[in-house]
């Protein structure tokens, strides 16, 4: 597989395998608001009930994170003091409106548009994918790889002749950064250049604000970056340029197809797992589509989005577990080392442990949660040797004189053993009944901790 940028010269734990995605968030800043009551109450109130479509609640969502997190207010300060307190509310309400219609304004389709051009970056994936899946199961012949190559490059060539007349010109070069590799290297580019800072966000747009023709947030500067680099890497001055020269759309063409195919897993294996991520992503997608202009209710959609996920992650553990990494690496548009360390973080080490997982397991644990008032800190101590309920609880059925479950613990396995000992023996007086349920339940639990994470 192709060698993907990691992030380098900032300052950060150098155990933490960090992705640049991390330090361009205004997305997901604006998103997170779905997530606090508060927030998402202000939301709605923005909207009509009839109107609350995906399409009208993110852009309310947007209006809301204008008004409270950016701090921009349509009157200033001191008309705003002469207000009475009563009216305060209702002059909030309005300029957050006034933000809803503008963004909307500006807005227009876009978001259609943008999904039109995942399904484009879909189709195309998935063409280069299954050439490399055919050529890797040696049913082409020489003639035939050249034949589907020049098919693969004119649908290309076609579909980015497309994309430039019909698209506006942002919409091209965020496409290209993502097809050749140019967005991971530009983010890298803007890391470096801070290093010296602190790994914040904020602190890197500082920066970029005090440059002379930078903009003011990552994400916008990242973007104008990426259509310098492609202007001067493919000989071209201008967008409209493109629309006449033929030249620089087939180098583009040419980068593209070699980019992906370096990028494409080695084994027959992994090929199948890109293509079903991708078929993965094509329903998310179609499912975010129908809700664009359907009046919804927010947590019935995430609900029905997240169900589906769930359920794919399952299907393809169960069936093939070698190459479930490879299924999470296209699905989640990441690399290897990053999907390690976002499986290591919940607490997952080896795919085999967690391959019986299932709802009805998650729905147990949640309940022995409950009932012995485990959170987070107690799967944090099952890593101290000091605060480890479990090698507590090892400890004290090692210093019980029963040889038979001695020997039983050192030959079986512990969750068994633990169900064993709570039926014939009664723990030691130090070692009080909801420590031993803590322990049953955190060994259960550790099987399905991806799962109760979502």
């Given at each position: 597989?192709?060698?993907r940028?990691?992030?380098?010269?900032i300052?950060?734990?150098s155990?933490a395998?960090?992705?640049?995605?991390?330090?361009?968030?205004t997305?997901?800043?604006?998103?997170?608001?779905?997530?606090?009551?508060?927030?998402?109450?202000?939301i709605?109130e923005i909207?009509?009930?009839?109107?609350?479509?995906?399409?009208?609640l993110?852009?309310?969502t947007?209006a809301?994170h204008?008004?409270?997190n950016?701090g921009?207010r349509?009157?200033?300060?001191?008309e705003?003091?002469?207000?009475?307190?009563e009216?305060?509310?209702?002059?909030?309400l309005m300029?957050?409106?006034?933000?809803?219609?503008?963004?909307?304004?500006?807005?227009?389709?876009?978001?259609?548009?943008?999904?039109?051009m995942?399904?484009?970056i879909i189709d195309?994936?998935?063409r280069?994918?299954?050439?490399?899946?055919?050529?890797?199961?040696?049913?082409?012949?020489?003639?035939?790889?050249?034949r589907?190559?020049k098919?693969?490059?004119?649908?290309i060539e076609?579909?980015l002749?497309?994309?430039?007349?019909?698209?506006?010109?942002?919409?091209f070069?965020d496409l290209?950064?993502d097809?050749?590799?140019f967005t991971?290297?530009?983010?890298?580019?803007?890391?470096?250049e801070?290093?010296a800072?602190?790994?914040?966000?904020?602190?890197?747009e500082r920066?970029?604000?005090?440059?002379e023709k930078?903009?003011?947030?990552?994400?916008?500067?990242?973007?104008n970056r990426?259509?310098?680099?492609t202007?001067?890497?493919?000989?071209?001055k201008?967008?409209t340029?493109?629309?006449v020269?033929?030249?620089?759309v087939?180098?583009?063409?040419?980068?593209?197809i070699?980019?992906n195919?370096?990028?494409?897993?080695?084994?027959?294996?992994?090929?199948?797992s890109?293509?079903?991520?991708?078929?993965?992503?094509?329903?998310?997608?179609?499912?975010?589509e129908?809700?664009?202009t359907?009046?919804?209710?927010?947590?019935?959609f995430?609900?029905?989005?997240?169900?589906?996920?769930?359920?794919?992650i399952?299907?393809?553990?169960?069936?093939n577990?070698?190459?479930?990494?490879?299924?999470?690496?296209?699905?989640?548009?990441?690399d290897f080392?990053?999907?390690i360390?976002?499986?290591?973080?919940?607490?997952?080490?080896?795919?085999?442990?967690?391959?019986n997982t299932?709802?009805?397991?998650?729905?147990?644990?949640?309940?022995y949660?409950?009932?012995?008032n485990i959170?987070?800190?107690d799967f944090?101590?099952?890593?101290?040797?000091?605060?480890?309920?479990?090698?507590?609880?090892?400890?004290?059925?090692?210093?019980?004189?029963i040889?038979?479950?001695?020997d039983?613990?050192?030959?079986r396995c512990?969750s068994f053993l633990?169900?064993?000992?709570?039926?014939?023996?009664?723990p030691a007086?130090?070692?009080?009944?909801?420590?031993?349920?803590?322990?049953?339940?955190?060994?259960?639990y550790k099987?399905?901790?991806?799962?109760?994470?979502?």
């Amino acid at each position: 597989m192709v060698e993907r940028n990691m992030i380098s010269g900032i300052k950060r734990k150098s155990t933490a395998v960090e992705g640049t995605k991390r330090y361009f968030q205004t997305v997901d800043l604006i998103i997170s608001h779905f997530k606090r009551e508060a927030d998402k109450k202000k939301i709605y109130e923005i909207l009509e009930k009839e109107e609350s479509t995906l399409n009208n609640l993110l852009i309310a969502t947007a209006a809301v994170h204008i008004y409270h997190n950016l701090g921009i207010r349509v009157r200033d300060a001191l008309e705003m003091s002469q207000i009475s307190s009563e009216s305060t509310h209702q002059i909030e309400l309005m300029e957050k409106k006034v933000f809803f219609n503008e963004v909307k304004l500006l807005l227009k389709d876009s978001l259609k548009l943008e999904i039109d051009m995942l399904y484009k970056i879909i189709d195309l994936e998935n063409r280069i994918l299954r050439f490399a899946l055919e050529e890797r199961e040696n049913k082409l012949q020489e003639f035939e790889k050249q034949r589907r190559l020049k098919e693969i490059g004119d649908q290309i060539e076609q579909d980015l002749m497309d994309i430039i007349v019909d698209y506006p010109p942002f919409y091209f070069y965020d496409l290209i950064g993502d097809l050749i590799g140019f967005t991971d290297i530009v983010k890298l580019e803007v890391l470096e250049e801070s290093s010296a800072l602190k790994d914040l966000s904020v602190e890197i747009e500082r920066k970029l604000q005090r440059e002379e023709k930078e903009d003011k947030f990552i994400e916008l500067a990242t973007l104008n970056r990426i259509m310098r680099k492609t202007q001067s890497d493919f000989e071209f001055k201008s967008y409209t340029e493109l629309q006449v020269q033929a030249m620089p759309v087939r180098m583009l063409k040419r980068k593209i197809i070699d980019y992906n195919l370096n990028k494409c897993p080695v084994s027959v294996s992994g090929l199948k797992s890109y293509i079903s991520a991708n078929e993965t992503k094509r329903t998310l997608i179609k499912m975010i589509e129908d809700t664009l202009t359907s009046e919804i209710d927010y947590d019935d959609f995430e609900n029905k989005i997240t169900s589906y996920l769930k359920d794919q992650i399952i299907e393809i553990l169960k069936s093939n577990p070698n190459d479930f990494i490879y299924f999470l690496e296209n699905l989640n548009e990441s690399d290897f080392p990053e999907i390690i360390y976002q499986l290591n973080k919940n607490g997952i080490y080896n795919i085999l442990d967690i391959i019986n997982t299932d709802h009805s397991l998650v729905e147990k644990i949640k309940k022995y949660m409950i009932r012995y008032n485990i959170d987070k800190f107690d799967f944090m101590s099952l890593n101290d040797n000091k605060k480890s309920v479990f090698l507590k609880l090892k400890k004290t059925i090692c210093a019980i004189e029963i040889p038979f479950l001695k020997d039983f613990f050192t030959r079986r396995c512990a969750s068994f053993l633990l169900f064993t000992s709570f039926t014939l023996v009664e723990p030691a007086p130090d070692f009080s009944l909801n420590t031993f349920g803590k322990s049953v339940c955190l060994i259960q639990y550790k099987a399905s901790s991806i799962l109760t994470k979502t």
